[in-house]
Structures are given as C-alpha cells and as structure tokens.
C-alpha cells in the first residue's frame, strides 16, 4: 500500500499546492532517481548547507561525508533538512513572470542519526557503493579502519516531507496567448559520457559491466 506522509506545518506546501505529492511513492522515485542532494543544519545560529549525495534504504534515507566536517561533526541528532531536485525543462511564457521550470524535487525534515556501529557503518557504505555500481564494492580492495574512522554516515527516518513536482507548458494570462510570442518548453535531460580511464589503470584491466551500463 502506498503509505501518505503525514502533512505537517514545515512539510506543507503554501504556493502551488496542487503540485505537492505526500505518498511515498512519489517522494522515494525521486530521490532514487538523484543522488546529489544538499543537508541544512543549523550550527551556533548559523545556517550551513552541505551538497552531498544520498541514498535511500526502505523508509530511511542516508549521506555521508568526511569525519572532520564540522557540520557532520554537529549534526549528531541534529534537526535537518534535506533536498533534492531534478531539473525536467525550462518553461518560456508570454510575460517574464510566467516563466517557470518543469521539476521534481523533495524537501525532507528529521533528525540526523549517526551510525556508530563499525559493521553496520561499512554495510551501509557498501550498499552505497552498489546502489550505483551493482557489485563493484566487492571487487575493491577491503575498507582499512582508518578509511571508516574518516568517514562518517548519517541516516534519518522519512516520516516528515512532501514533493514537489512541475509538468508541462507555460501558464500565461488569457489575452498573452494573442502576442506574437514564442512559448514553450526546453526539455532538460542527464545525459552519462564515455567512462575516462584512470591513466594509472594496470594494462589490461576491463571496462566493467557495472561501468559500462551505468545510467541515470
């Protein structure tokens, strides 16, 4: 069953109302779809926003970062938002103010957990790893302690946010569609290279497969 969301007065959408989605479903496409996010906390009064990228695990969502980050270092239970977007296509209208973008996006709001646990810090950075490569984090060389020790993963529930998503053409006043303007949509896609090879690469190591179909 597609679960909702509980809509709260932070997660409440107040302008285009119609666009918001609170189900799961809707909210957990996106932020499969996008890894890049960005994690405001709050720090001594002063606002800071990391970008970072981000998976999910069912109904909980997760990021990492370096130990000496001084925003993960202060997050440990920490309120936070997180946010992630997608940009579909730029939306030409009639009048400047019309103009507008075709988006997925989702705002999310919790408390950021950190996971202490050595064993569950590595399973959660593997399926980090494979959640983008399939099976590459079982072809590298086994994490040292120190890598584990530098690196730092947080998680929180997604219990608390919507999203927001925008399709199709400009919305313009009734009388603009008479101008002899040009409207429209410029649709946005991303799109992923030919894999670089390291130069360092030993000679004879394959492409893998893993690199070879990635996508997003």
Avoid at 38 to 58: A, H, K, M, N
Avoid at 114 to 139: C, I, S, T
Avoid at 197 to 203: A, K
């Amino acid at each position: 069953m597609n679960e909702t969301l509980n809509i709260t007065d932070r997660s409440r959408l107040r302008r285009s109302h119609e666009r918001g989605h609170f189900d799961r479903d809707s909210i957990n496409s996106i932020l499969d779809a996008q890894p890049m996010c960005s994690v405001g906390y709050v720090i001594d009064g002063i606002p800071f926003v990391t970008p970072t990228l981000q998976w999910r695990e069912g109904n909980r969502v997760y990021w990492h970062g370096s130990s000496a980050s001084r925003a993960l270092r202060n997050s440990r239970d920490a309120q936070v938002c997180l946010s992630v977007a997608i940009l579909d296509g730029f939306v030409l209208a009639r009048s400047g103010m019309h103009h507008s973008v075709n988006s997925r996006s989702v705002t999310l709001f919790g408390t950021a957990v950190r996971v202490e646990d050595p064993v569950e810090k590595l399973n959660k950075l593997a399926r980090f790893v494979n959640g983008l490569f399939p099976g590459r984090y079982e072809g590298l060389r086994p994490d040292h302690v120190q890598d584990l020790k530098a690196t730092m993963v947080l998680g929180m529930e997604i219990s608390e946010g919507s999203a927001k998503v925008r399709t199709g053409g400009p919305n313009d006043e009734e009388e603009d569609y008479a101008l002899p303007i040009w409207a429209g949509v410029i649709p946005v896609h991303t799109s992923v290279g030919e894999p670089i090879p390291d130069p360092r690469n030993i000679d004879g190591v394959p492409v893998p497969n893993h690199v070879q179909t990635f996508k997003l």
